[in-house]
């Protein structure tokens, strides 16, 4: 199958635009947000899947920017132990792409039971989730055909970036990272190419990141997993010392996302350091490590293979850019097994739990 035949490429590169539109169309809802903003002492985040990668970006924005405590719900415990968790000081935000998770809507009930405020980032402005929350937002990147999640969660994304301006009494405005993000299309794909021929023949690989970027790990683990058939696991690199690093041999793929940029000041240089060392952790185990970075340079020369992309003001703006790269390889990966992207065995579009 030609990679760029799939509905998956198709979608995966309209996402840049969506990212473009969620703040123009989703403007009132936000200033209610922020109106409400200063009484926030926690958010509580229910997502599965790609959405619970989003929420996760969301998780080290609100934690590192505003200081909100975040933490993810486990929705198991509503909907199978009848759980009533105690939310009412806090912003429950649900995440689904078509607004019909179960669970996650068990939670949010949870959460307006007690009082709490709670919102939905979904693609379908009409779904159930959109309309029982406070605060509905879309991720307006349109009708989303292939089962593997790519505009929607460049969407889900760009509204988590929102939320925590919101929250943070601030304004944000996504319009120029945009145009930047349609701009990098060609070069990303072209950088993801030699990665993408070399990833065909994997059946199994480790990604790691840390802290913000670390959302696009999960993801691309995730996408490898459903569109490729590889058995790919993601860690945060600071778990995978404590144990998972065992299962390194020689010759094992290792995927690293790493951002130059961490969010200015201080903290930047050990930002830096810390991916410099993972890097040549795993090259000392004799690891095949193929990093993604806006900044080849730091791991040149050290026997590390790179896949250079655009990398935004800083590591916020960077998790776009690796989404594409993560998003591309997988379709061209696919393609090339020749299997299909957009409709992977045993998965639907819509999968609903409880």
């Known amino acids: 199958m030609n990679t760029k035949d799939t509905l998956m490429w198709k979608e995966l590169s309209e996402g840049p635009a969506a990212v473009g539109r969620v703040g123009r169309e989703n403007e009132a809802v936000l200033e209610r947000l922020a109106a409400v903003g200063s009484g926030i002492e926690a958010v509580c985040t229910v997502g599965r899947g790609t959405s619970d990668h989003a929420m996760m970006y969301l998780k080290y924005l609100l934690e590192a920017g505003p200081g909100i405590l975040t933490a993810s ?4 415990t509503v909907t199978l132990y009848g759980g009533r968790p105690k939310l009412q000081k806090a912003l429950t935000v649900g995440c689904s792409q078509s607004g019909e998770a179960a669970d996650v809507m068990e939670v949010l009930r949870a959460a307006k039971a007690c009082g709490g405020l709670t919102a ?6 009409e779904s159930p989730m959109a309309g029982m929350a406070d605060f509905a937002l879309s991720c307006c990147a349109g009708k989303e055909k292939s089962v593997a999640a790519t505009k929607t969660f460049l969407g889900q994304l760009a509204l988590a970036r929102l939320i925590c301006a919101a929250l943070s ?5 996504l319009t120029a990272l945009s145009g930047a993000l349609t701009e990098a299309l060609p070069r990303i794909e072209a950088a993801a190419e030699p990665m993408a021929e070399r990833f065909a023949g ?7 990141s840390r802290g913000i970027s670390a959302a696009v790990a999960f993801e691309c683990g995730l996408k490898l997993q459903e569109t490729c058939y590889i058995r790919a696991r993601a860690y945060h690199s600071s778990d995978f010392y404590h144990g998972p690093m065992a299962m390194v041999e020689e010759e094992t793929p290792v995927i690293l996302f790493a951002s130059s940029r961490a969010l200015g000041g201080e903290t930047e240089a050990a930002h830096r350091k810390d991916l410099e060392a993972c890097a040549g952790k795993m090259l000392s185990l004799g690891a095949e490590l193929w990093v993604i970075t806006d900044q080849p340079a730091l791991f040149a020369g050290k026997g590390a293979r790179t896949v250079a992309v655009p990398g935004g003001a800083d590591e916020r703006d960077a998790v776009f850019f690796f989404a594409l790269a993560a998003q591309m390889l997988a379709c061209k990966v696919s393609c090339r097994k020749g299997l ?7 998965l639907k579009k819509v999968t609903v739990t409880r």
Not at 169 to 173: F, L, N
């Open 73 to 76: 719900a486990a929705p198991s």
């Open 120 to 125: 939905a980032v979904t693609n379908e402005p």
């Open 169 to 173: 009494g601030a304004k944000e405005d």
């Open 202 to 208: 994997v059946r199994e690989c480790f990604i790691l």
């Open 340 to 346: 299909s992207p957009d409709t992977p065995r045993a």
